[in-house]
């Protein structure tokens, strides 16, 4: 199982670019890293997923190096809205039957 | 959006009763999944499922259980609800596999036990 550890809380100003690393150093080969964010009373949410290099979608974008033992979430000019928890997962070999969730990283944009 | 529903959204009970927490998707995904989560905390897998007979516990150990005898329904349920049940709950589907990791939410049941 490739445990992830993320920084706790993160605040950005309004209209920054805001970036949140998590690490995965026990990764498998064969996983793949998901990002989820959560804004509180609702169920977590899909952001983005990738395996190596560069992902972009319409929300965010995601930075895998090479290694693959890190990976970097992107969120490009942030709002108010976008205050909440996120969450990085990384896929469990030998069957990926359990989605577990860490503590994830609680984003607070500030006006 | 999702096709996942959870009922009811929010429920008040009485100590000692039986409770059962429903929820259902439509998506026939094979993979379903209960979470409990107190406000302001983590998400913690109490059973999960991968296909119509199946269950598991999850990393929390929860008093509660689940069936799962239709794909598209996995309720949970407490025998003897107790305060210390107070929590949220939400319920998840998906098809994740090594290349498909998005998983589905409910709304979830909010539930105190008094």
């Known amino acids: 199982l490739a445990k992830t550890t993320q920084p706790i809380s993160m605040d950005s100003y309004e209209g920054q670019e805001v970036n949140i690393t998590c690490s995965h150093n026990n990764i498998a080969t064969n996983d793949y890293i998901t990002w989820y964010q959560q804004f509180p009373s609702q169920g977590p949410r899909f952001i983005i997923q990738g395996y190596k290099t560069k992902v972009t979608n319409e929300v965010a974008s995601l930075f895998i190096p090479a290694d693959r033992k890190s990976s970097t979430l992107s969120l490009p000019r942030v709002s108010l809205s976008d205050t909440a928890v996120y969450y990085c997962?990384?896929?469990?070999?030998?069957?990926?039957?359990?989605?577990?969730f860490g503590t994830g990283t609680k984003l607070q944009v500030i006006p | 959006e999702a096709d996942i529903y959870q009922t009811p959204r929010y429920l008040v009970i009485g100590t000692g009763k039986k409770i059962t927490l429903e929820c259902s998707q439509t998506?026939?995904?094979?993979?379903m999944y209960w979470y409990q989560q107190d406000p302001g905390m983590e998400l913690h897998l109490i059973h999960y499922?991968?296909?119509?007979?199946?269950?598991e516990k999850g990393d929390l150990s929860s008093e509660s259980t689940v069936s799962r005898i239709r794909t598209e329904h996995f309720p949970l349920t407490l025998e003897s609800a107790r305060p210390s049940h107070t929590s949220q709950y939400l319920c998840?589907?998906?098809?994740?596999?090594?290349?498909?990791?998005?998983?589905?939410f409910g709304q979830g049941t909010r539930l105190t036990v008094v």
């Open positions: 499922s991968y296909g119509v007979n199946s269950t």
């Open positions: 997962l990384v896929g469990e070999s030998g069957g990926y039957q359990k989605v577990t």
């Open positions: 998840a589907s998906s098809d994740w596999d090594r290349k498909n990791t998005e998983a589905f």
């Open positions: 998506m026939g995904h094979d993979k």
